[in-house]
């Protein structure tokens, strides 16, 4: 009769599983935690993930700063360079998202904070079955596959040892990091120009509701730009934590 039971609860467990596999491959609501939610690009994947009927935990070091008002959002207090932080935030979750502003006080592309959150993620999921899927907004030059042609295609002076340079070499450090690693990831790398929006704030939005993809190069529209609208931006990034379309991979988005 133990056995029996056994059984049963085990083809339960399975069938359970399978269940909310087959629950998350319709697209139904996700669990998303988001670092960098009262940043501006963060802040809007926050927006588009609660406009599709998504659960979302918006974290930051200092959450009185998150004013997001909806039912299915909450604040956090956390650091996505702290392992066990990002750990606690994780379980539970069905996607992470990153989208964190590289640390101009560092002049060391691994000590910058797109590269120290990557690890972060990596050292808080490996070895965990069924982990939360990750996606870390990248930057456009990390489109290149080694530091020689990153630095040769730069699309403006940066000068090694500079913070500016390690910023985007951080973004190639973090690349190969999760390359490296076993945990479910993705980097999305948005094209040279981000319109819509400065460091200092949301401007004027344009979504066109469409852009396109590559793993391999850079994309550019009819009139030979590299661009992409903030707010497609957004879309892209949540698009591709219910689709799962480029998983270990990293992707360009562009016009």
């Known amino acids: 009769m133990r056995r029996i039971y056994r059984s049963l609860v085990s083809t339960f467990f399975v069938l359970a599983v399978l269940s909310n596999a087959a629950i998350a491959a319709d697209g139904d609501a996700l669990t998303i935690v988001v670092y960098g939610a ?26 009185g700063n998150l004013t997001t008002e909806h039912e299915n959002f909450s604040a956090a ?57 990750v996606i870390q907004v990248g930057g456009a030059t990390s489109v290149y596959e080694d530091k020689e042609e990153m630095v040769a295609k730069l699309p403006m002076p940066a000068e090694p040892g500079t913070p500016f340079f390690a910023m985007l070499m951080g973004h190639l450090v973090a690349l190969e990091a999760y390359r490296a690693s076993d945990i479910d ?9 981000i319109t819509g929006w400065t460091p200092q704030g949301i401007t004027a939005t344009n979504a066109t509701g469409q852009y396109r993809t590559s793993t391999t190069e850079h994309l550019f529209d009819a009139d030979g730009k590299s661009r992409i609208d903030v707010a497609d931006l957004a879309a892209a990034a949540v698009d591709e934590l219910e689709n799962r379309n480029y998983v270990q991979q990293r992707f360009m988005i562009g016009y």
């Open 185 to 193: 990831w993705t980097v999305i790398t948005p094209a040279y120009e």
């Open 38 to 63: 009262s940043g501006k690009i963060g802040g809007l994947i926050v927006n588009e993930a609660l406009e599709r009927g998504h659960t979302v935990i918006g974290v930051s070091r200092n959450p």
């Open 77 to 133: 207090k956390g650091d996505v360079t702290d392992v066990e932080s990002f750990s606690a935030l994780a379980r539970g979750a069905d996607s992470i998202a990153i989208s964190v502003r590289g640390d101009a006080g560092k002049s060391e592309p691994e000590n910058t904070t797109h590269a120290r959150a990557a690890r972060t993620a990596i050292s808080a999921l490996s070895g965990i079955e069924s982990g939360p899927y």
